[in-house]
């Protein structure tokens, strides 16, 4: 008799509806909600409900009826069947979990599958605080140090110099983060009673329906809306551990606002747009992981941007775009073509930032063929390796500037 029997057995489902059974599903679904997803009581009276309707040691059934009104999002079922594998003791779990982190070996060996890292994650218990409160006689105890807080530290920190713990919370940072472009005006109007231009042709509509009498005008005003964003990220060996993090500020930014293109390049180019825009960014990376092969590769910046201004610039760069080159400018090619395809590039956009996190350093000097084959063409040359720039960033995309501009 399998396990999901034996506890319909002890709860005697048909009939009162109660007992192991129910605290079994009310424990999975607690499960289910500390792995992130929405289930909530009505989604395990729903489940109970379901299996009254199907034979409990067909374990397909009861998996399909469970997953059919727990979840409700396509994006939930992998995070939905690592949980049933793992909460209903199928014997099988391990290995299949084995199986599914070496399908993602090919990535980085080792790393389990989102869904599977997020269930133990929900699984563990919970860590005990590292100090015991004192007691209500004794002092509070006092840090007279001079001390810097824990988020400041973490904000002028470099990201190749963090750790795993120390990303973890820079992404949640940079989740938070909000990116009010600076507005721009288009070719179009809309009704507005307030407007300052006067429409003629919605006036003479207007007097029609009065008799050919004009009453009143009618007034219009040019719509205004943030420019596009482009991001053309870098993720060679060199660029690696930034384009790790500056990802999920790209998934941020993606699912923030519309009409934002992400593309990454080492020595191909792969628009992953599509990807990003998935609300789960362990799903997302997951995707984007699956579409990129040259991961901490090689660099060709020159050919990445030569193919972009062929297939893409007239695509995404409309409106007034701004664009992000977020590389540290070392090609494996020199500087052969870089030059004219970022000049290019810069003709057909409004605004271009390139984003160098080599320029951290206070005596950088453009050394290297390929920057200084680049910097000639750039609107704002900047640094981009911790927190605190992020948000610079983040501010200065906020207000329209004019020139170059070289920020530390």
């Not at 860590?127 to 140090?145: K, L, S, Y």
């Not at 680049?374 to 900047?382: A, K, Q, S, Y």
Request: with cysteine.
């Amino acid at each position: 008799m399998s396990d999901l029997a034996a506890a319909a057995a002890l709860s005697g489902l048909g009939g009162a509806g109660g007992g192991a059974l129910s605290l079994n599903l009310q424990s999975f679904g607690g499960l289910l909600r500390r792995a992130g997803l929405p289930v909530g009581p009505n989604e395990t009276l729903a489940a109970m409900e379901a299996l009254t309707h199907i034979p409990l040691d067909e374990r397909r059934q009861v998996h399909a009826a469970l997953r059919a009104v727990m979840v409700r999002r396509r994006e939930h079922f992998e995070i939905f069947d690592q949980a049933f594998l793992l909460y209903w003791r199928n014997p099988d779990a391990a290995r299949n979990a084995a199986a599914m982190a070496l399908l993602d070996g090919a990535k980085e060996r080792g790393k389990p599958p989102p869904g599977s890292r997020r269930v133990s994650e929900a699984r563990s218990p919970p860590r005990p605080p590292p100090d015991r409160p004192p007691a209500p006689d004794e002092p509070p105890p006092m840090d007279v140090a001079l001390t810097v807080s824990e988020r400041e530290r973490l904000q002028g920190m470099d990201f190749e110099a963090m750790s795993a713990d120390d990303i973890a919370r820079a992404k949640d940072e940079i989740r938070r983060l909000t990116l009010p472009l600076d507005a721009r005006p288009t070719r179009r109007f809309r009704s507005d009673p307030r407007g300052p231009v006067t429409d003629l042709r919605a006036t003479i509509r207007a007097s029609l329906r009065q008799g050919g009498e004009i009453l009143s005008l009618e007034r219009r005003r040019r719509v205004v809306r943030p420019p596009p964003l482009v991001a053309l990220c870098d993720i060679s060996g060199s660029m690696a551990r930034y384009a790790q993090v500056l990802l999920h500020f790209l998934h941020a930014v993606t699912n923030d606002r519309a009409r934002v293109h992400s593309f990454l390049f080492g020595t191909r180019l792969t628009n992953v747009t599509r990807q990003l825009r998935h609300r789960d960014p362990e799903v997302a990376f997951e995707m984007v992981s699956h579409i990129v092969p040259d991961w901490s590769g090689g660099t060709r910046i020159g050919e990445s941007l030569a193919l972009f201004n062929r297939q893409w610039a007239r695509r995404v760069l409309g409106q007034g775009a701004v664009v992000l080159l977020i590389t540290d400018g070392l090609d494996r090619e020199g500087a052969r073509g870089l030059a004219e395809a970022t000049a290019r590039l810069r003709r057909s956009c409004r605004r271009l930032i390139w984003l160098n996190p080599l320029l951290r350093y206070e005596g950088f000097q453009p050394r290297s063929e390929g920057i200084r084959a680049m910097l000639p063409h750039v609107d704002e040359f900047r640094t981009v390796h911790n927190l605190n720039s992020l948000r610079a960033l983040v501010e200065t995309l906020s207000h329209v500037r004019s020139g170059r501009t070289l920020a530390a």
